[in-house]
Structure formats: C-alpha cells, structure tokens
C-alpha cells in the first residue's frame, strides 16, 4: 500500500500482529474494511472497528496495527495536491496548504455513518491494467466532500457596485491556479479593476506572499511535473512554464532544490516514483506567511 498512486483505490491485508506504517508525505484516505486494529500515530493510541475511516495528513507518521486474532483488510488512497496542477484555482490550492501548514487535525477518524466513510467503503479496487480513469474522478469527489466545510464561501458577482477587496475574492475563488503563471501583476490588477501596487497589497495580506513569489512556485512545480512525465529540451519547459527564459528556470531551480534541472531528471529516471514519496519541498517565500504559518508548497520527487 505504501507504494500506492495518486487517487489509485487499492486494497491490502494486515496479518494478525502485522503493522502498516505510512512513509510517504501524501494525504492518506484509509477505510478499513474488515477486522480490529489499532492506531499507533501521532495522536492518542486507540482501537480501530471494521466501518471506520481515517484521512491522515501528509508528514504524519501513521501506524496502524492489526489485531493478534484477526486479519486488517485497508483500502484507501492518496491525495498530492501538487499533482492537480491547473485544476485547483488559488484559492483552493490556498485552502490546501492552510490546512497542512496548520495541521489542526493531523488524523481525523470518521465513524461508519460519516458521509465520507460511506463513500469510501463503497469504493472498488481498479482491476489490474485498467486506467481507472472514473475511479479517480470518484476519489478525487471524496477529497472535495472531506474538505467542502473549510472550502472558501462563493464569492457575491463583482458587479460595478462590489469594491476591489471583493473582485479581488472572486478573482482567486475563480481564477485556475496555472492562470497565474502566465499572467502579469498588472494584468491581474486589470481582471480586479484596481491599481497593480493595490493587488499587490490584497494578494499578500490574502497569501502571505507575493504575487512574484507564487508565481515562481507553482511555475516551479509544474516545471517539475514536465521534466518528470516529458522528454521536453528545458528551454522548451521554461518558455512553457512561463519563464522568461532558460536561465532563469536554471537558477531558481538550483537554487531550491540544490540540481539543474537537467540532473534532477535524471535522478528521477533513475529512482522511479518510490513509493509516491514527495522529495524537495518549495521553502515559503519572503515575508509572514497567513495567520502566522508557514507556506510550503511541495514537489514530488519522483
């Protein structure tokens, strides 16, 4: 199960006394199935019963141990925020690292009758060598259902009458996330109908960072995502991703993740996706993140 993918439901068996310990730093969608069991994590030890659900945060060290008389039957998956890159908007990309930065709820354990348990429990494995493509979409629907009550409200319509904070509102509840990899501060500040200086100012007090800075992260990010699943020249990802040009993409680049790109690549042909595990991680950008936490946005090293 360690090695399972992204939004991949798949299904394993603990024998009596065995142990299950999470080594990768995905979220963790788990329902178990069948048996007693334990859980051995961060939080208060406490007994598992067939029917419940779990949804363990990423970088929680997570260990779930089967009873000595029974067998544990787990199904679940994991979820990489990272990898839905252009399906998120800002504001849920914003919400996400929130929730991970805060880690108010490290594990949350739901009981049968949660709505979320229910749809876990209904979830099949995919059959061998299916692309699972409707499995995903339907794991990807209990991510949205488990996080909907810290999702941002909908934003009124930013008629003539709303002021630039709530177009601003709107905008990032609108906006897809890889939008803002291609547009300007000024551009931006046109969509808001407000001063670039003015957006600016709403951004970082709405993110805790500048727009530059978000900008080089998630250009970062899904310069990561290309090296990894194209053959694409890297001057070819830095035109894509937005980069004004090769040398830039090779700087920022070397100077989060301590490789050239070109190298980096090659360490992933090499080591695979072990285990989903996410590797480098996007260090927060200058100035107070929100709420006081600290914003990390994390790339898979595989």
Known sequence: MNSVAHLLIQEFTLAPGDEWTSQVANWWFLHISA????????????????????IIAPAVSAVIRASQLTETTIKGFTFVPEDLLG?????????????????????RFLPPAHPVTRQLSALLPAPPGCDALR??????????????????????????GTSARQRFRQLVSEMPEVELIHSTPAELARLC???????????????????????DDLRLLRACQLLRATE?????????CGFANTQTLNLLFKARFGVWPSSWRQQQQVTGRPNGNH?????????????????????TDS
Not at 92 to 104: K, M, P, Q, V, W
Not at 146 to 155: E, I, M, Y
Not at 193 to 215: D, I, K, N
């Open 279 to 299: 590797g480098a991680a996007l260090p927060a950008s200058a100035g107070p993140a929100k709420r006081g936490t600290a914003k990390t946005l994390f790339v």
């Open 87 to 107: 399906l998120l908007t800002l504001a849920e990309r914003n919400s996400f690292e929130t929730e991970l930065a805060t880690n108010s709820e490290p594990v």
């Open 35 to 54: 048996g007693e069991s334990y859980w051995l994590g961060p939080e208060k030890a406490r007994s598992l019963s067939a029917g419940e659900a779990l």
């Open 193 to 215: 109908r407000c001063s670039t200086s003015y957006f600016g100012r709403l951004f970082r007090e709405h993110f805790g960072t500048r727009v530059r800075a978000m900008q």
């Open 135 to 160: 499995q995903r979409a339907q794991a990807l629907a209990i991510v949205a259902a488990a996080f909907d009550s810290k999702a941002p409200l909908p934003q009124p319509s930013a008629g003539l």
């Open 232 to 240: 694409s020249e890297v001057a070819v990802i830095a035109q894509g």
